[in-house]
Nanobody
Framework: QVQLVESGGGLVQAGGSLRLSCVAS????????MGWFRQAPGKEREFVAA????????RYADSVKGRFTISRDNAKNTLYLQSNSLKPDDTAVYYC????????????????WGQGTQVTVSS
């Protein structure tokens, strides 16, 4: 059973940066795509970014393209999300997920999820 633990969230002013991390345990995730999703209060969970198992393939939501960068270190079983130029609209709980065979934008393509880390961007 793969377990995912996110960290790196916090309170930041608009224009600031955060680096989110997600460490996987209980099994190797190197052969699976991984993704980041987020959920703001009163809204549905939405796709943020995804990365293929071999890393070169990445996908981003239009709302974060050019500001966020997803990466992974398979040797450390760790997924990252570098978030720059943060906006108040980026405020949400951020979740990492693993299990898709390709970097899907659909949450139902992922089998394992973390508990989330809160990101709050003040204006």
């Amino acid at each position: 059973q793969v377990q995912l633990v996110e960290s790196g969230g916090g309170l930041v002013q608009a224009g600031g940066s955060l680096r989110l991390s997600c460490v996987a345990s209980g099994g190797s995730v190197s052969n699976y795509a991984m993704g980041w999703f987020r959920q703001a209060p009163g809204k549905e969970r939405e796709f943020v970014a995804a990365i293929g198992w071999s890393a070169p393939i990445t996908r981003y939501a239009d709302s974060v393209k050019g500001r966020f960068t997803i990466s992974r270190d398979n040797a450390k079983n760790t997924l990252y999300l570098q978030s720059n130029s943060l906006k108040p609209d980026d405020t949400a709980v951020y979740y990492c997920a693993v299990g898709s065979s390709y970097p899907s934008t659909l949450s139902n393509q992922y089998n394992y999820w973390g508990q989330g880390t809160q990101v709050t961007v003040s204006s």
